[in-house]
């Protein structure tokens, strides 16, 4: 693959690197993105130094990958500005689960939609997958805006889905089918 079908404008999608430790290890362990990453408990940093070591990144064999979202111009350049997932990897039924983590300091700046363009491509172009979605709760305004942005249609409902507290939350499924396949 070269090197640039992962690169746009501002952007890099790259593999994960030793040197990310300390920042997934923060985003690992902060409540408040525990509630869309169905984590219940915090990593220690030997578990995120033993991911990062392991990652093989063949998503053939993992069923996942998970690629950090890097600056690569201006005063960006070199910044983690998040990470962008794909996950349930099903080469059969060429479909993927996606989800995105953008920092709160550089959201609204576009980075988002950016890294996601370029990972819809590499998935339809690279993978030749047939279908992508994404699980997102009805408050997260933003990624739905984002996704139905792309063509993701909203597809389904699950109800009483995310448990918050004494209380149930349902979550909606988008779904961005690709027909020529």
Known sequence: MKNDMLTSKRLQLRAVEPGDIDILYRWENDPAIWMVSNTLTPYSRFQIEEY????RN????????RLMIV????NIKGKAIG??????FD??????????MVREEFRGGGYAS?????????????????QLY???MPHNIASISLFEKFGFERCGIK??????GDSWQEEWMFQLIRHNV
């Open 114 to 130: 950016e890294a996601l363009d370029v990972l819809v491509s590499y998935a339809f172009e690279v993978l030749n997958l047939r």
């Open 52 to 55: 990062v070591m392991n990652a």
């Open 91 to 100: 080469p059969v039924h060429l479909r993927a689960g996606t989800g995105i």
């Open 134 to 136: 994404s699980n997102i």
């Open 58 to 65: 063949d998503i053939y064999t993992t069923r996942q990958l």
């Open 83 to 88: 990470a962008i997932d794909l996950f349930d």
């Open 159 to 164: 109800k009483d889905w995310i448990r918050i």
């Open 71 to 74: 600056g690569h111009k201006g």
